[in-house]
């Protein structure tokens, strides 16, 4: 089994600075692309960002110039920093991965459990 845990949500006021970190822990072979989700009340949930095990990254348009996602593969970690926070940017952000784990044929993807960010004006 395969757990991922967010840490670094919380209340900033707008035009400021958040960084979530979510590390992946189990039974991992190998992971290859993971990312960070967004779901504000009363939408879908929706992609901010991604990457590649070897580094590509994607990008909401309303997240680019601001946002940046990065990883540490040998902590099987990634990271969001956020800077000049909007109020629009509210919402619960989970993190996501694609996993293949030992002795398993093919890769399953996996949740964290979402942590809370919110910009205030």
């Known amino acids: 089994q395969v757990q991922l845990v967010e840490s670094g949500g919380g209340l900033v006021q707008a035009g400021g600075s958040l960084r979530l970190s979510c590390a992946a822990s189990?039974?991992?072979?190998?992971?290859?692309?993971m990312g960070w989700y967004r779901q504000a009340p009363g939408k879908q949930r929706e992609l901010v960002a991604a990457i590649t095990n070897g580094g590509s990254t994607n990008y909401a348009d309303s997240v680019k110039g601001r946002f940046t996602i990065s990883r540490d593969n040998a902590k099987n970690t990634v990271y969001l920093q956020m800077n000049s926070l909007k109020p629009e940017d509210t919402a619960v952000y989970y993190c996501?991965?694609?996993?293949?784990?030992?002795?398993?044929?093919?890769?399953?993807?996996?949740w964290g459990q979402g942590t809370q960010v919110t910009v205030s004006l």
């Open positions: 996501n991965a694609d996993v293949l784990g030992w002795g398993l044929a093919g890769t399953k993807e996996y």
């Open positions: 189990g039974s991992i072979f190998a992971i290859n692309a």
